[in-house]
């Protein structure tokens, strides 16, 4: 008697020497599913509690990124940015002003280049803190560790906003430099934020890293090795966790990174508790890049004399740019034919790079194994789905 | 020891729990709408358009260039050019907006319109509890909702404000001087000559000087 309503399809499955066999259950999580972060779709096969298959469907949350890039000027796809990875608009306007720069041979003031640094790195924190919530929040501590990293967030949110104008779509940054200069009190202000927030991180590990019911939690649950990591083009800290050395800020010392002594946390196992480590690791790194970048800021022009708002061509050519954003590595692949628009404009989103090994990572799992796992990849589906 | 870390983490919720009753930056919470923040000067929200003077219709900065509209990332901004010009603040006269709307339900304030307009005339405004049950009377606005005094603009972004009225004011200035230093020469021309001056002395120049707002 099939009492399962009609959408989940039930399959026997053979026994080979009589035992008793379960059902297989498919399973369609999302895109409605509160841990999907998103709009998110994953067809699970279980075999009781376990993973046998699991196949992510994307595009929920397509609205074509590319095209319009394609159809629009230049400058009017910064603010289009701030829309791919909502939480983390800073760095994605840098990776694309940085691939506009060098299309266009502009050249970045120092001012400018320490801003940069700085809002990245405070990006880089709020989006740790939240997802390092958000992870917690997957594995059923609901709401003290999302609130306390919410509580953290807010007061880089406000740092945004005095200095863009807007908290989470900030649209900040301009081919050559940025859009405006920092307001008076800001530095002061930034500053504090930083001192304070090592107190936070102890407390966050306070409360969580020691935490016996993480740990049983995490450890060795969605274990992506080495040579998988490398082979998937994994990025970030994804890949750190898995013990690969390849952070874009000191392979590529783009901006000014290669002024700051910070080191690059690595993982040992790769599982999901050395993914929530690296992230607190890297955060206590960005501070130590915050705290010199916020004390030798120097005066001067925030924007390159030759760059132009309106009637900005850049000569015919093709370029990349690419960052570290905190998910990884973000890139803006742009080819231009002279005229004002360019001629193809590609996204290399982190997210969706690193969803790619979600089956690899969750087979032979329980069902409820894949909701962490999924949360410790740190997706944002404005950023997957484009 | 076994629960040690579930012990620890208790006592760092516990002092926070605690310290809300001791520490007034520990309640984070604010309770909207009863209580509110102050907004911060870079805030923005949806665009306006600047007029000077008490009259909205002859102080509207708006020249109806179209720029904005071309520049506009979801097109969100239509404007239609009047055939009837009107004197701009330095006296010149410009074209002006027939019909200019913008869609708040389609625009993403990002700002841009604000950087590329070379006349300041159009500017981000603060307001935010624009919630409404009518989407085209409401959320669909048109030049007399948009049009709100420099007053207010210098009100909601006072540093913001001072530097474009200070950067009108001397562009005001250097006009009016050179009016005036053409008005001596056109007397002196005709003091020295008796025979009328070529007409191209005479002509304005067409192209309204760009103003340095793109330079910062």
Redesign the interface.
Known sequence: MNTVASNFEIRSKASPNGEMAGELLEVSMGPQHPSTHGVFRMDVVLDGERVLKLKPVFGYLHRNHEKIGEGTTYLSSMPYTDRLDYFCSLTNNWAYALAVEKLAGLQVPERAEYIRVITAELTRLQNHTCLAGFLLQDMGASGTPLMYAFREREKILDLFEALTGARMMCNYMRFGGCRCDLPPGWLEQAKKVVAEFPRFLEEFEALLTENEILMSRTQGVGVVPRELAVNASLTGPMLRASGVNYDLRKVDKYGIYDRFPFRVPLGDHGDVYDRYMVRVLEMRESLKILEPAMRDIPAGPIVDAKAKLRGFRPKAGEAYGRIEAPKGELGFYLISDGSPNPYRYRVRPPSLINLTVLEDMCLGHYVADVVIILGSVDIVLGEVDR | M?????I??M???A??FLGSYVQEERL?TVQYPEERLPQ?????NFPFLVYDGNDWQKGLRCVACQ?CEK???PKCIYIVKDAIKKPDYIGKLQLQPKVFDIDTSVC?????CV??CPFDAIK?DVEFELSTDDRFAKLLLKKEDLAKPNKYYQRIHPSEAAEVDGRLAAEKAKAEAKAKADAEAKAKAAVASPKPPPASALKTPAIPSPAPA?A?
Do not use: D
């Not at chain 2, 076994?2 to 579930?6: A, D, M, Q, V």
């Open positions: 076994l629960g040690e870390g579930i620890k983490g006592a760092a919720t002092k926070n984070t911060k000067e870079a805030a923005r720029i520049e506009c990332p993403m304030s990002c700002q841009i950087e590329v981000m793109l910062k």
